[in-house]
């Protein structure tokens, strides 16, 4: 029976997981420490468990095309204390990051999950998290979050994400992670044109590796405003969509914004499951 190691956490792939994400970003309105962003992020986060979210993702650096970076004590400051308030929480919590000395840290805070948009290209990243339990989710980039939108351009962006996660699999696995640690994940919209987007989609089976979990996401992204003209707040539902072919299409896990409506999605699909 397929599973994932995460941390001290044993996840069944049997049925599809949501990860909810949880965004720490800065309160403009407080001085000094960043307590009502906390509280914030905090609440979010609850709720999202009770909206059926089985993962949380949690991140403090914006990772948006055009974004611009955070300092690593910034990201410190903004990540950590959420992972401490959510110990004991229930479910496991990734930390959404690039920096493998904040990996250490997160893990050391709790974190079940690293989560890393770079598919660990930092120096000592794969090191970082090696001799620990946890589980990594590796995600294709094309280039960095400030440029990649610039003109992405593949010959077959199917074969080339493939080969680029099958290459970062056996570099990690070579650092001693387990193939039930990894989580691997194309990246929609790192890098990527609707096109490139769309095809990544419609052949998101060809990414399923035994042994290996299917991350996907897709949630709010700029895809579905270009395909249904609405803003980011406003994606709710082509998001549901999304997910719900992200499953029958072959991804084990969709991290998502909307838990509730996603969750409603996958019970649909669920209930086909079960059927003899
Ligand atoms: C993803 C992510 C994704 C993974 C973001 C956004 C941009 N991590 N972090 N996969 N997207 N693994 O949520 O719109 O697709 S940030």
Not at 167 to 184: S, T
Request: glycine content about 10%; charged content about 20%; some cysteine.
């Amino acid at each position: 029976m397929a599973f994932l190691l995460c941390g001290r956490f044993r996840l069944s792939l049997t049925h599809p997981l949501i990860m909810g994400v949880v965004n720490v970003t800065p309160d403009s309105f407080s001085d000094g420490g960043n307590y009502l962003g906390l509280e914030q992020a905090l609440a979010h986060a609850r709720s999202l468990i009770a909206e059926g979210a089985d993962i949380l993702d949690i991140g403090g650096e914006s990772t948006r095309p055009g974004a611009s970076a955070v300092t690593m004590d910034e990201e410190r400051r903004r990540v950590l204390p959420v992972l401490e308030g959510l110990a004991g929480c229930g479910v496991p919590l990734s930390v959404d990051t690039q920096r493998p000395g904040l990996m250490r840290e997160a893990v050391a805070a709790g974190a079940s999950m690293v989560n890393d948009v770079s598919g660990f290209r930092s120096p000592g990243a794969f090191e970082s998290v090696a001799d620990t339990d946890v589980a990594i989710c590796i995600m294709h980039m094309l280039g960095e979050p400030r440029t990649m939108q610039q003109a992405p351009r593949y010959q077959d962006v199917v074969k080339e994400v493939g080969d680029y996660l099958d290459a970062r699999m056996a570099a990690a696995e070579q650092a001693g992670i387990a193939r039930e640690r990894i989580v691997i994940d194309p990246g929609f919209g790192f890098g990527k044109t609707l096109e490139h987007n769309l095809g990544l989609l419609r052949e998101l089976r060809h990414f399923r590796r035994a042994g290996t979990a299917l991350l996907a996401g897709l949630s709010r992204k700029s895809m579905l405003g270009a395909i249904t003209g609405r803003g980011p707040s406003e994606r709710v539902h082509a998001s549901a969509a999304a997910a719900l072919i992200a499953v029958q299409n072959g991804a084990h896990i969709v991290r998502v914004h909307d838990v509730a409506a996603t969750r409603d999605a996958l019970a649909v699909w669920n209930a086909l499951q079960s059927q003899p």
